[in-house]
């Protein structure tokens, strides 16, 4: 059974950091680009970060760059998003996706697999 989970999620005031992690289970999980989204209430998904099969290449949202670093263990099955200096616009539900072509956008239908989100929250 294939699943992606996210945890680490949590209500951190701003300029605080929160680590997220996603685990991943059933798929081979090595073939397939990695990204983190996210979703605030009353908006769409929003691309936060992405990372490819290997984990040499990233890509980031310019409203995280220099302050998230995403990375993944291939022999754990994990991926991770590191964030830093939260602020209050970042708070919404993030998501862990997985596709076998790597991509900077899209919906959550052009993902082969998607997580169920956890919450975040960055109070000022």
């Known amino acids: 059974q294939v699943q992606l989970l996210e945890s680490g999620g949590g209500v951190v005031q701003a300029g605080g950091s929160l680590r997220l992690s996603c685990a991943a289970s059933?798929?081979?999980?090595?073939?397939?680009?990695l990204n983190w989204f996210r979703q605030a209430p009353g908006k769409d998904h929003e691309f936060v970060a992405a990372i490819a099969w290997s984990g040499g290449s990233t890509y980031y949202a310019n409203s995280v760059k220099g302050r998230f670093t995403i990375s993944r263990d291939n022999v754990e099955n994990m991926m991770y998003l590191q964030m830093n200096s939260l602020k209050p616009e970042d708070t919404a539900v993030y998501y862990c996706?997985?596709?076998?072509?790597?991509?900077?956008?899209?919906?959550?239908?052009?993902?082969?697999?998607w997580g169920q989100g956890t919450q975040v929250t960055v109070s000022s």
């Open positions: 996706a997985a596709d076998p072509s790597l991509k900077l956008a899209g919906t959550r239908a052009e993902y082969r697999y």
């Open positions: 059933g798929f081979a999980f090595r073939n397939y680009a």
